[in-house]
């Protein structure tokens, strides 16, 4: 698990499962003290040789050395958030936009580490699709294993609608008939867990098996995957608890802070 431990002056470890070999990551404190303090470390993923993701604005990685490196190309954006490493080596983000309407977020891609990234056009503006579109656009990108296919939120008219999309060719392909928040597209397999009101919902990629996970009203910030799907771990109000997503078990586990598996 990687994450950020409140009760270390590393902020930012690594540490098993089981809660031994912790490892302090001290580079992207070393480079961005003053961002565990509002969240910034928030948004955390890993790429497939170890090294942890996360976002200060910019989005950053810390190898196990503590070395740190910006993923993204040159800073044109002024806000980078969400990172998600997919499988085909592309980081995709949110980012703001100049375009209408005013102020919105929008999907973006950097097809490599390091490229200068471009906007995934999720929508139409010209068509219908305009209508599910409000103030703070798109966000939360999650990638399907095989990377052909993402997950995001769409900031709609009094909700936040999952909808589904090609990182590649943007474009809508189809609603998830539900609202929610923070998605995550499951390492293996079609499922997505996503928040709603601070419950857990898993649902297929194609709208189907949709059910809840865990208690109601007990989950703050979503969920991250074990690398074979059978769990989440997910952020309560004061610790994490590890859910089984077949049997529905769950194991507390007495920390309180934000990991990604």
Known sequence: ??????????????????????QRRTGGLATYGGAVENGGY??????????????????????????????????????????????D??????????????????????????????????????????QYEISFGADEPSLSPDAQSMVYVADTIGSERLLIASPTAGGLTHFLEVNGSAPRWAPVGNQIVFNADTTLY?????????????????????ASWSPDATWVIARTSNHLELINVATNATIPMPIWTIWDW
Do not use: C
């Open 42 to 87: 928030e948004a955390l993923t890993w790429m497939s040789d170890g090294e942890v993701v996360y976002t200060t604005g910019r989005i950053m990685g810390v190898n196990a050395q503590g070395v740190t490196r910006a993923l993204i190309g040159p800073d044109t954006l002024g806000f980078e958030q969400d990172p998600e490493i997919g499988s």
């Open 202 to 222: 898993v649902i297929n990629a194609d709208g189907s098996n949709h059910h809840r996970l865990g208690p109601v009203h007990h989950y703050y910030l979503g």
């Open 1 to 22: 698990l990687g994450g950020y431990d409140p009760d270390d002056t590393a902020g930012l470890v690594v540490v098993n499962l089981d809660g031994s070999g912790k």
């Open 89 to 130: 080596g592309s980081v995709e983000f949110a980012g703001p936009t100049g375009s209408e309407p005013p102020h919105a977020q929008r999907i973006w891609r950097a097809d490599t580490i390091g490229a200068v990234p471009h906007e995934i056009p999720v929508f139409d503006y010209s068509a219908a699709d305009i």
